[in-house]
Nanobody
């Protein structure tokens, strides 16, 4: 059974940091592209960061470049999102996503809430 379980969300003050984790199980983690999305109320879900399969090249939304870092640990089947210098506009539900064109599958986690407020 495939599972993506996010953790690490919470309430943080502007300028603070959080690290989100997504633990995957039930599929070949290293062969999947892993992504973090976020969605705020009334807004479209947007891609925040992505890390490729195998080699692990990364991409970031312009709004988070220089502040967020995506990484993964294949041995632990875990992808991380380190979020620094958080801003109120980063407030959203953050979702972990896994995708493979070979297996023709896409999986989603249930989300973890990040709230940036003073």
């Amino acid at each position: 059974q495939v599972q993506l379980v996010e953790s690490g969300g919470g309430l943080v003050q502007p300028g603070g940091s959080l690290r989100l984790s997504c633990v995957a199980s039930g599929f070949t983690f290293s062969s999947y592209t892993m992504k973090w999305y976020r969605q705020a109320p009334g807004k479209e879900r947007e891609l925040v960061a992505a890390i490729g399969s195998y080699g692990g090249g990364t991409n970031y939304a312009d709004s988070v470049k220089g502040r967020f870092t995506i990484s993964k640990d294949n041995a632990k089947n875990t992808v991380y999102l380190q979020m620094n210098t958080l801003k109120p506009e980063d407030t959203a539900a953050y979702y972990c996503n896994a995708a493979s064109s070979y297996y023709r599958r896409t999986y989603w986690g249930q989300g973890t809430q990040v709230t940036v407020s003073s």
